[in-house]
């Protein structure tokens, strides 16, 4: 079955950059994303990635897709101390009308000042 | 406002007792799940419903009986509840064919004693 890893834990400097990394099994993965979960709260989109694409920015966001190694990356310029929270990766399949999100562990993300 | 919402925030209750947990969404999606996060914040599928139909039936106990009144709403009524069933329930939904855009509620924390 589909299996999504990611390191538990990420701590970073205020205004470095954060890369939080993921990799999965599931080659037929069709899309894959990046969730945001703030401390009790619900988990917000924060952008996702088609596996034909190798990167996507939006604003501080750059993702990188190596489909070869099944490897996903976020990174997060300039991190401020709001990006601290749980990070997941996800991935979908093909199978339209089936989908379902598999989701990795998470990445607690922690913001040293 | 435009969201998925889920009642109640938080339940607890006594072990044996039935409850149920709801959710509706304006977003006009017609594809709504049921996601279940642990304590180590693991998330993980439990169903799906598209137009008031099952599609996606995770290994999940019988205990757990889904129901969808209509295409804006997904209700999770458990029997039985056990310590095990402990967690936070997240709904989403999504338009078919469009899941890599999953909206998701903001949780119902699960106390079970």
């Known amino acids: 079955g589909e299996d999504v890893e990611q390191s538990l834990f990420l701590s970073v400097r205020e205004g470095d950059s954060s890369v939080i990394n993921c990799t999965y099994t599931?080659?037929?993965?069709?899309?894959l994303y990046w969730y945001k979960q703030e401390p009790g709260a619900g988990l917000q989109l924060l952008t996702y990635?088609?596996?034909?694409?190798d990167m996507k920015q939006d604003q501080r966001l750059t993702v990188l897709l190596n489909k070869k190694d099944k490897h996903l990356s976020l990174r997060i310029a300039d991190t401020q101390t709001g990006d601290s929270a749980i990070y997941f990766c996800?991935?979908?399949?093909?199978?339209?009308?089936?989908?379902?999100?598999?989701f990795g562990t998470g990445t607690r993300l922690t913001i040293i000042p | 406002d435009t969201a998925v919402s889920q009642t109640p925030k938080y339940l607890v209750t006594q072990m044996g007792n039935d409850k149920s947990i709801k959710c509706e969404q304006n977003?006009?999606?017609?594809?709504m799940y049921w996601y279940k996060q642990d304590s180590k914040k693991f998330l993980k599928i439990m169903f799906s419903?598209?137009?008031?139909?099952?599609?996606i039936n995770e290994t999940v106990p019988n205990r757990f009986s889904p129901k969808s009144p209509d295409k804006a709403h997904l209700n999770l009524h458990i029997n039985s509840l056990e310590l095990g069933d402990s967690a936070v329930y997240f709904c989403?939904?999504?338009?078919?064919?469009?899941?890599?855009?999953?909206?998701f509620g903001p949780g119902t924390r699960l106390t079970v004693t």
């Open positions: 989403a939904s999504s338009l078919t064919g469009t899941a890599y855009e999953q909206y």
């Open positions: 599931d080659s037929s993965s069709t899309y």
């Open positions: 990635i088609f596996s034909n694409m």
């Open positions: 996800a991935e979908i399949g093909p199978n339209f009308g089936n989908e379902k999100l598999t």
């Open positions: 977003l006009g999606h017609d594809t």
């Open positions: 419903y598209n137009n008031k139909e099952l599609i």
